[in-house]
C-alpha cells in the first residue's frame, strides 16, 4: 500500500498562500458560520474603535491598542489554522491537476466498427461515448471497458508505480480518466460528464470544497455558541456587581475578559480538525465523499469484511504434504513439483514453491520431450508425461476413478480431515498409483489475526462475508479470529445483515467492489468501494479505495476515530483553560475594590494591565502552538472509553489547566521586562 505523499507541516508555499487566505477569512460573512470567532472579530472592532477614539482625544490609549492587536491576533490565528488545512489539500489538488493536463481522444462514432475513429477534446465527451485507447495513450475519461484488457498506469491518481490489469467484463473493468495505458488496446465506454469524472471529484474534495459540516461539527458548534451566551450574559452581569460597589470596569477589560473566557481555542481549530482528518485518508490514497463518512467511521460498531482477496490471499496455497502408507513424503513432494511443472495457475506455482520451501526440492527445468496434460473442466486432472514417468495431480475422486485404484483407508481419513478443515484437497500419483495428497488452502494473511484482536480492543465486532459453504467459512473464520462470519453469501443477505445491525442501533462500515456489493455498500454507515469496482460499487459507497485494498478499512475506521479523539481532546484543553484565566483576570478587575482578591492573584502577576495583556496574548498564541496537534491528530491507541476519557483528562485536561499557568507567568515577565507592564 503506497501513500500519497503528505505536503509538509508547515511547507513554505502553503504558509503563504495560507497567510493571505486567513486575511481573506476575516470576511464578518465568513466568520458568522463560527459563532466563537465571529464574536471575537465583533469585539475586537468594538476595542479597536475605542483605542482609536482614546488616542484623538490624547488619552491614554496603549493598554487599549495592545489588547486590539492581540483580539485580532487571535482572529487571524484561527482563520490561519483554516487556511493552513485547506492549503495543504489544496497543495495535493494542484499536482492533481498538473497530471491530468489536456487529452484528445480518439473517439469511435459507431462501436461496432473500431476501424473508424476521430479525434475529440476530452472535454467534449459525453457518457456513452466509445473512445479507443492504446499503449502510451491516456485515457481521457472515467469508463468501463468493454472490449480488450491492458495493463494499466495508475500512478497518477493512487501514487502506485506498479501498473494494474483491466480487462472488459468483471469486476475490473473501471478505468479513471488520466491514467496511462501501458500495453495493448481497449475500447472504454465513457461513464462520466465532462467535469464529473471522479479526478474532478477528487480535485474538489481534497480542496475541501465540498467539505460539509458533519452533525458532530454542527452540535459541537451549537455547544460553543451556547457557552459564548453564557459566558457573554456572565461579563455583562459583571458590569452591575461592579457599579454596586462604585467603580464599573471599563469596556476594553470587559471585552478582554469576554474573549479570554469563551472557547477560542477549540473555535479556531474545530474547523481545521474536520479538513485535517479527510486530509489524513487521502495520504491513504481513500477519497471520503463526505466529512459524515469520516465521523461515521470513528463511530463504527461492526466492520463487514470479504473473506477472499481481504483476509485471505484470495488464492488457495499449498500448505502441506500427506503420503499414502509405504510412500515417502519424499517421493510426494517430487511427484506434485513434476505433475505441477506446467501448470502456470497460482495453485500450481504455489505447490512448487512449498516443495522447495519445505522439502529442498528445486524445481527442474522443462525437458525438451515433456508432454504436458492440461486441467479441463471435464476430466478434473492435470500432469505431465516424462520419460522417466506419468506424473498426475487433480481432485480425488477424478483421479482416483482416472488411475482406477481406491484410495488407501490412511490416506483417505487424511483426505477428510483437509476437506472438513476447509481446504481443498488434491490426489498425487505416479505412473497410475497414487502416492498421497496435497492440501491447497486459501490462506489468511500474515497478521491479520492480530489487527482483529486490535478491533476487538477498540470495541467493533468484525463479519466476515464470504459465498463458501459454511464448513470452510468456519474453519477461516476460526483461523482469522472474526467474530462471525456470513457463509454462501448472496446480496440480499449482505443488506439483511446491515439493515438487522443499524435497527439495533449499530453503525456499519463494509468494503466492496462489485456490483453484488452496491446495495449493501449504499446501507452501509461507511461504504468503502474499491477503484477498481464496478462504476455501480463506486456511486454507491460514500468512499473511494484508489489502491483497492480492501484491509484499508481498518485504517479508515483508526482515522476516523482520531478524528473524534483530537476534536475531544481539544476541547477538553480549550475548556480547562478558562480555569488559569480566571485566576489571571478577575482578581485584576476588582482588586482596587477588593484587595482580598490579591490572594488569588497565585502566578503573582505584576499589575492588572499586565495580567489581563498577558491572557489576551496567551489566548492567541495557544492556537498557534495548537495547529500541529490538529493537523497531526492526537495519536491513536486501542484502548477503552473510560480509559480514553482517563488519558484525556490527566493529559488534555490537566495539561490545560496548567498550561496557561505557566504562559501567562512568562509572558507577565517579558511584559515587565519590556517595559509595558
Known sequence: MKMQAAPALFDSAIIRRAALDAVLKLDPRKLMRNPVIFVTEV????????????????????????????????????????????????????????????????????????????????????????????????????????????????????????????????????????????????????????????????????EGASRQKTPNEIALDILLAGMTIIFLIAVVTLVGFASYSGSAPSVVVLSALLVTLIPTTIGGLLSAIG??????????NVLATSGRAVEAAGDVDVLLLDKTGTITFGNRQAANFIAAPGVTMQEVAEAAVLASLADETPEGRSILVFARERHGIETPPMPADARPVPFTAQTRVSGMDLPTGSYRKGAVDSLA?????????????????????????????????????????????????????????????????????????????????????????KPQDKLDYIRGQQNEGRLVAMAGDGTNDAPALAQADVGLAMQTGTQAAREAGNMVDLDSDPTKLIEVVEIGKQLLITRGALTTFSIANDVAKYFAILPAIFVAQYPGLMALNVMGLTSPQSAILSAVIFNALIIVGLVPL?????????????????????????????APFIGIKIIDVLLTFIGVA
Open 43 to 206: 469585539v475586537s472592532i468594538l476595542v479597536t474603535l475605542l483605542a482609536i477614539r482614546d488616542a484623538a482625544m490624547d488619552q491614554s490609549w496603549g493598554f487599549q491598542a495592545g489588547v486590539a492587536i492581540w483580539l485580532w491576533m487571535t482572529v487571524l490565528f484561527a482563520t490561519f489554522a483554516e487556511a493552513v488545512a485547506e492549503g495543504r489539500g489544496k497543495a495535493r489538488a494542484a499536482s492533481l491537476r498538473a497530471s491530468r493536463g489536456e487529452t484528445v481522444a480518439r473517439w469511435i462514432p459507431n462501436p461496432d466498427d473500431l476501424a473508424i475513429t476521430a479525434p475529440r477534446n476530452a472535454n467534449a465527451l459525453r457518457r456513452g461515448d466509445h473512445v479507443l485507447v492504446e499503449a502510451g495513450e491516456i485515457i481521457p475519461s472515467d469508463g468501463e471497458v468493454v472490449q480488450g484488457i491492458a495493463s494499466i498506469n495508475e500512478s497518477a491518481v493512487t501514487g502506485e508505480s506498479a501498473p494494474v490489469i483491466r480487462e472488459a467484463g468483471g469486476d475490473r473493468s473501471a478505468v479513471t480518466g488520466g491514467t496511462l495505458v501501458v500495453s495493448d488496446r481497449i475500447v472504454v465506454r465513457i461513464t462520466a460528464e465532462a467535469g464529473g469524472t471522479f479526478l474532478d471529484r477528487m480535485i474538489a474534495m481534497v
Open 275 to 284: 479538513i485535517a482528518g479527510m486530509d489524513r485518508l487521502v495520504q491513504f
Open 401 to 489: 476413478g482416472a488411475v482406477k485404484q481406491e484410495i488407501p483407508a490412511e490416506l483417505a481419513a487424511g483426505i477428510d480431515r483437509i476437506a472438513r478443515a476447509g481446504a481443498t484437497p488434491l490426489a498425487v500419483a505416479r505412473d497410475g498409483r497414487i502416492l498421497g495428497a496435497i492440501e491447497l488452502k486459501d490462506i489468511v494473511k500474515p497478521g491479520i489475526r492480530e489487527r482483529f484482536v486490535e478491533l476487538r480492543r477498540m470495541g467493533i465486532r468484525t463479519v466476515m462475508v464470504t459465498g463458501d459453504n459454511r464448513l470452510t467459512a468456519a474453519a477461516i473464520a476460526a483461523e482469522a479470529g472474526v467474530d462471525d462470519f456470513i457463509a454462501e453469501a
Open 630 to 658: 490538529a493537523l497531526r491528530g492526537v495519536a491513536y491507541a486501542p484502548v477503552g472509553a473510560a480509559a480514553l476519557l482517563r488519558r484525556n483528562l490527566l493529559i488534555y485536561g490537566l495539561g490545560g489547566i496548567v
